[in-house]
């Protein structure tokens, strides 16, 4: 009609031959019949309206057809059981059986595109009459990157992000489990504590990125060694097995051997190979605990023993472990109140020159335990250094030693040992520092010894880090020198002062000559890089000639002085003040000792 106005008519012929006319005004009704239109077809997601009874699709908007692949005639001839996954076939029927085609976008489906991938989808429906037939009109909603994107972040949350294996919340979550299951049906299961050895020497020689492919691929072999056992990595080179399978322990064991046979092969990266092992520790449930801390510090103390008995060593679990654990933890416990004790003191070793005068000592720290007795650096040393009480121990070492030595003969020097954690984390050039102007020492009677180990990290970094402290005036020695990553490339850009021939070799000198060759290739490299070398371990009169017939410049040793409080090295260092012969600034020449 006129005015864009619709009128519906009806006419019904009578009984009597005559008719009744029936005019409705539907303009409102077409009005929004072209509002569902416009709205149904210019949508931007997929639309459909489907038959409730038969499934048919009986119409889809062009969204519809741009996101799932189909011409409109194509999808026209469809049902909806066509989008759906084959395994979701009956939900589908249940689902317009009991609510006649009412959804809500609560959960997803999974829905077929014509190039095959599956999407998830949120559907929402409501009922309507389309063409005189039970229908609804649906919207859906991919969510196909939004459930990527959680399935991703739950994988994240128990996963570990290098390696990819199970973290330490998946560990939990798994134990949880297969407790519950053994005490259900009476069984056991193992737990696995696995180290790899000498792996941070990978990281101190080519830094943390070489370091991280050699254990991705580490682990990527464990992990099908593990031939579908539970393996989790819970930090660092420290890596959780939870295995269940019979007969334990002997299963456990074959496990442990089964990884270790994993990295029989070298593992190779950018042209390096490197050689690894593992040590493992095992506790079995329940003869070595019934709960999760008792059981993970049961193969945690196996561990501790396997790693302290050599490399790749399987250790199970005894009570004797235990208390070893407990030992080590007290002694831990005591060593942090040690140095405010007054616990620890230091012992001095005389170096001497190839002519045969004393030029310093090397600071050596010991520990007077007052229940134990003289507890050794080989004991506490390790204990301090994984429990970062390295820190303040070299630093009360530092301090107490540039004391001692500022009261000595003015040429004598003091050397004193910097630990690996020392010399990465803090501020080792502002401590050294504030030692030199509390004591009075002057810095060029300062020696540093550090590892080669120590400094490989990153070359770059460390050599900035010396030469900070060379600012200071101090000098840097090269400690234990061929027994680490030795490397001709860091002694060029390392300001070194000197270099220590590690004492195993110089206690072979005489018995093999691959050490004389050793000793020899030390002494002509670090004359020519312009340094003098100094030996330890000097133990015998043939090892000093030796030494001194090779051109070594300066001597340590039992032969030349054991580490002594400086009471007996009195006369040397010239602590009298009084002393004509320290007047005179005459050098003390040093007795072999015995």
Not at 322 to 338: G, H, I, K, P, T
Not at 452 to 475: F, P, T
Not at 524 to 532: E, Q
Request: glycine share 8%.
């Amino acid at each position: 009609m006129p005015g864009d106005r619709w009128i519906r008519i009806e006419e019904r012929r009578t009984a009597e031959g005559g008719s009744i006319g029936i005019r409705v005004d539907i303009t409102d009704l077409k009005r929004r019949e072209a509002s569902f239109r416009l709205l149904f077809e210019e949508n931007p997601l997929p639309m459909w309206v489907v038959d409730v009874n038969t499934l048919e699709l009986l119409a889809v908007n062009a969204a519809t057809c741009r996101h799932y692949g189909y011409s409109r005639e194509q999808m026209l001839s469809m049902t909806v059981e066509d989008l759906r996954v084959p395994e979701e076939t009956e939900r589908l029927h249940s689902e317009f059986r009991q609510n006649k085609g009412l959804q809500t976008a609560q959960d997803t489906r999974r829905h077929i595109t014509a190039d095959g991938r599956v999407i998830d989808v949120a559907i929402e429906a409501r009922p309507l009459r389309y063409n005189d037939r039970d229908a609804c009109v649906a919207v859906a909603f991919d969510m196909t990157d939004r459930k990527r994107a959680e399935q991703r972040i739950l994988h994240l949350a128990c996963h570990d992000a290098l390696t990819d294996l199970p973290n330490r919340a998946a560990v939990d979550d798994q134990f949880s489990r297969v407790l519950d299951d053994a005490r259900r049906r009476g069984g056991g299961f193992a737990v696995l504590c696995i180290d790899f050895d000498r792996f941070k020497q990978i990281n101190d020689l080519f830094g943390h990125s070489m370091g991280d492919k050699a254990l991705r691929e580490a682990s990527r072999r464990l992990d099908v060694a593990a031939q579908g056992v539970f393996l989790a990595r819970i930090g660092g080179d420290e890596f959780i097995a939870i295995t269940e399978k019979d007969p334990l322990p002997s299963s456990a064991e074959l496990l442990a051997n089964r990884l270790r046979g994993a990295l029989e092969r070298g593992i190779e990266i950018d042209g390096h190979c490197f050689d690894l092992d593992l040590s493992v520790g095992i506790s079995v449930y329940p003869r070595d605990g019934e709960d999760a801390r008792s059981l993970f510090a049961s193969a945690d103390a196996a561990l501790y023993r396997a790693k302290h008995e050599g490399r790749g060593a399987i250790r199970f679990f005894t009570p004797a472990m235990d208390q070893q654990l407990r030992d080590r933890n007290a002694l831990e416990r005591e060593l942090r109140s040690a140095v405010g004790n007054g616990e620890l003191f230091l012992e001095y070793q005389p170096q001497r020159h190839s002519n045969g005068e004393i030029i310093g000592f090397e600071a050596l720290v010991r520990w007077q335990h007052p229940r134990r007795g003289t507890v050794t650096p080989a004991e506490f040393i390790p204990i301090a250094e994984e429990s970062d009480l390295i820190g303040e121990i070299g630093e009360w070492v530092l301090r107490e030693a540039c004391r001692e030595a500022a009261s000595w003969n003015d040429e004598l020097q003091v050397a004193v040992n910097v630990s690996a954690i020392q010399f990465r984390r803090g501020d080792l050039q502002g401590v050294v520092r504030t030692v030199l102007h509390e004591s009075g020492l002057p810095p060029a009677r300062l020696e540093l010894e550090i590892t080669d180990g120590v400094l490989i990290e990153n070359v770059a970094r460390a050599a900035s880090m010396l030469n900070a402290l060379k600012i200071l005036g101090v000098r840097i020695a090269l400690d234990d020198f061929g027994t680490g990553y030795s490397s001709l490339s860091y002694l060029q850009s390392l300001p070194l002062d000197r270099i220590k021939i590690d004492q195993s070799f110089i206690a072979s000198l005489g018995r093999t000559d691959r050490s004389l060759a050793v000793v020899r290739a030390v002494i002509g490299l670090a004359h020519g890089l312009g340094l003098p070398v100094l030996a330890e371990g000097v133990e015998t009169n043939d090892q000093l000639r030796t030494l001194i017939r090779e051109g070594c410049d300066e001597m340590q040793g039992y032969l030349i002085g054991r580490p002594r409080s400086v009471e007996v090295y009195a006369d040397i260092v010239g602590r009298d003040r009084e002393d004509p012969d320290h007047a005179s600034g005459e050098r003390r020449r040093l007795s072999p000792a015995r």
